[in-house]
């Protein structure tokens, strides 16, 4: 694609936008970047760009007098498709894509990419954390795990690897985007907003294989009917990960060995090894495990990676281990849907603590969950009491409440005894206590380092 001396519009001023323009720009494309947004700060905007980075900006309505000039239009994954202006823009035969696809076009090197409904970021991490431990100067992960695949595509080269991790609003706008290796984990309902019907949604992410060819590979998910159906349509050569059954080739846990047979039986290791828990991160687990054996990482470099990886902060993140006690920050457990995985994960009695900002949750759900793990409720925050009375109904009383998130933590540690975990996630938001989830995860991790 040859953009040099033509005008392309970057529509969308995020970071992806802004990374868009400045790979443009280095093509030799004059830019206009658009956004909707017409009390964004101008100023902002332009150091955001960088110094020497020249586009022309525009906030508001559309002007749609500049369709006649332009070239090309690349579309951040916040920007729907389905917009009138985009819809025109195709009928004038402008080409659109995404961010994605600009920055495939531009990278050179591999590409690995996942996507899924649950799972991509904790996914991506490691595999991407395995790459690095075999090819440490060639890896970049880039996509929806925050940093944006335009940014890095302007510094690839031949031998390196991008591990992307991509969305649905990202892949519905690709054209000739095609990794050597894909995966897509799972689909439950989701964005539906966005893709209006779950059909879309899902086509969205089917787009992640389209372009593979026989030389090129997919690792799906076995359990997942849509995937696994999905897996016999395809050009590319299909592996399965499976957490429920032994596969002629693939990975699939068996008892609790990961083994991955391709023609030959290899044990990964046993789940007992790893530092995160639970099995929706067992399957995680597998999925980076089986895209980079097929890429060739050979397994000692694999096995090595998995055992200590700590997984995504804040996500049932393993801190350490004091007194024969394990320690993980679940922070990001904002809800008690998402925390109702944190208990889930749990392989020790749990000493929890819980509580935070009232978003009006119901917490019966969550603590019904506790399924004899939980031997000790630590509860702090504008929620307490409220929770305490669900636990109540729920006929469980062995809760105490924390005058501040400092002393729950101690409290904490002096109720676990060795063999024990302490697990924050509080099914419930920080703020009023902090500014996010992260800073108090970070916090949780700076007291519990320093007993």
Not at 14 to 22: E, L, N, T, Y
Not at 169 to 198: G, K
Not at 324 to 341: H, L, Q, R
Not at 379 to 390: M, N
Request: aromatic letters at 8%.
């Amino acid at each position: 694609m040859e953009v040099a001396g033509k005008k392309a519009l970057v529509f969308g001023s995020g970071i992806s936008g802004v990374g868009a323009v400045k790979l443009l720009r280095e093509q030799g494309a004059e830019v206009i970047l658009y956004d909707g947004n017409e009390k964004l700060d101008r100023e902002k905007l332009q150091k955001d760009l960088g110094d020497g980075v020249e586009a022309e900006l525009i906030l508001g309505a559309f002007p749609e007098g500049i369709l006649p000039e332009l070239s090309l239009v690349v579309l951040s994954p916040g920007v729907p498709t389905d917009l009138p202006v985009i819809q025109m823009m195709r009928e004038r035969k402008i080409p659109v894509i995404g961010e994605v696809e600009l920055a495939y076009q531009y990278g050179n090197g591999d590409v690995l990419a996942i996507t899924g409904t649950n799972g991509k970021t904790t996914t991506t991490t490691l595999l991407g954390e395995i790459m690095k431990n075999y090819r440490p100067d060639d890896v970049f992960v880039v996509g929806n795990i925050g940093n944006p695949y335009t940014v890095a595509a302007g510094q690839m080269t031949e031998k390196s690897i991008a591990v992307a991790e991509m969305s649905s609003f990202q892949l519905e706008s690709i054209v000739t985007f095609r990794p050597n290796v894909s995966a897509i984990l799972n689909f439950t309902p989701d964005h539906l907003n966005r893709h209006h019907t779950m059909e879309a949604y899902i086509a969205a992410k089917k787009k992640i294989a389209e372009n593979q060819t026989e030389a090129d590979f997919c690792v799906l998910n076995y359990e997942d009917e849509i995937t696994r159906e999905f897996g016999k349509k395809l050009k590319c050569q299909v592996l399965y990960f499976s957490s429920r059954h032994k596969l002629e080739k693939g990975i699939y846990l068996d008892g609790e060995n990961i083994v991955y047979k391709n023609p030959e039986e290899v044990v990964v290791c046993n789940v007992s090894e790893l530092r995160i828990l639970g099995m929706h991160n067992y399957e995680n687990v597998m999925a980076a495990v089986c895209m980079a054996a097929v890429y060739g990482v050979p397994m000692d470099i694999i096995r090595n990676t998995v055992v200590n990886f700590g997984g995504v902060e804040h996500r049932i993140e393993y801190v350490t281990e004091k007194n024969g006690v394990a320690y993980y920050n679940d922070s990001k457990g904002t809800n008690p849907d998402a925390a109702i995985k944190g208990i889930q994960a749990m392989n020790r009695p749990t000493v929890l603590i819980g509580g935070g900002y009232d978003k009006d949750s119901e917490y019966t759900e969550w603590i019904n969950s506790f399924e004899g793990k939980v031997k000790k409720l630590i509860l702090t925050g504008a929620t307490r009491e409220k929770i305490a009375a669900d636990a109540k109904k729920c006929g469980f009383h062995n809760y105490v409440f924390a005058d501040t998130f400092d002393e729950a933590v101690y409290m904490a540690a002096e109720y676990a005894q060795s063999g024990d975990a302490v697990l924050l996630s509080p099914a419930c938001a920080s703020w009023g206590m902090f500014p996010n989830y992260e800073v108090r995860g970070d916090k949780f991790k700076e007291i519990v380092n320093s007993l």
